[in-house]
């Protein structure tokens, strides 16, 4: 009896580990592409507040949690598109660029919370769908496949995007906008053009990473409802090293301690409650640490580009 509660357990922690890292890859991967574009966004969490509100107001209205999810991918582009004027076009310092960005959509986005919707509200959000025949796997199918489809997308973001990275012209183009740019302008490719497209995915993949927390998994809104994950997601590109399977590999260990920690609580095992709370931080931090002298970083990261100058 003690086997099957004990494998029950490891389950259902690995099941929510996996449902947990979904907003971390939507938003690192995004980020991972504005980053080797050479543009650091520090604004992911205030674009991921704001594609959570949208998507939970506009999923509160219409009741079809589709929409939301689109909503939440539109307003996170027209933040990129706000970061990349501002950054690329104007040439501001990215980092307090990008700070700004994060108050904006994280005081903003509890504003129109309070002026329009004003108490906590529930939607009806994305159901699971069970894939037939994998979900019927012994052990695997519960912890892979009975999820919504939000999380088997940014599961297969993973491989798609490390394809257009690494096996497209495009791809070629954003690397090499983010480690030489001037030999890329040399060869007829628009720097700020390249940083722009990367800067609207990026924030897009942000903003459905948002609207994921209230309508794939909260199923509601509330006031700092990212908790520091769009911050977490800058730091998981780094410890990725700009690779999306090092993200993908990043993403599951931050979610997994997150995980341990919330069934820690929920099957009340004698443990510190404060600590179990702080694991995953303290994981992660770790995990940064540990990989600090072994991290290669795009040349021109956060640096902006000017025809005829060098970085």
Known sequence: ??????????????????????????????????????????????????????????????????????AGAIIGGLMGLIMAVVSVTFKAEQGISGIGLFMFGWGLSGLLFRLYVGAITAVEGLRPLRIPGLSDIPFLGAILFEHNWIVYLAYVLVPVTWFVLYRTPWGLKVRAVGTTPEAADTMGVSVDAIRYQCLILGSVMAGLAGAYLTVGQANMFADNITAGRGFIAVALVYFGRWSPLGILAGSLLFSMADSFQLWVQVLGISFPYEMAVVLPYVVTIVALAVSVGRVWTPAMLGRPYERGTRG
């Open 1 to 70: 009896m003690e086997d099957i509660i004990s494998q029950g357990i490891i389950v259902g922690i690995m099941a929510t580990g996996v449902r947990l890292a979904t907003p971390f890859l939507l938003a690192a991967l995004g980020e991972m592409f504005t980053q080797r574009s050479g543009v650091f966004n520090l604004g992911i969490e205030g674009i991921m507040m704001m594609g959570a509100f949208m998507g939970f107001y506009v999923t509160w209205h219409s009741g079809d949690p589709f929409l939301g999810i689109l």
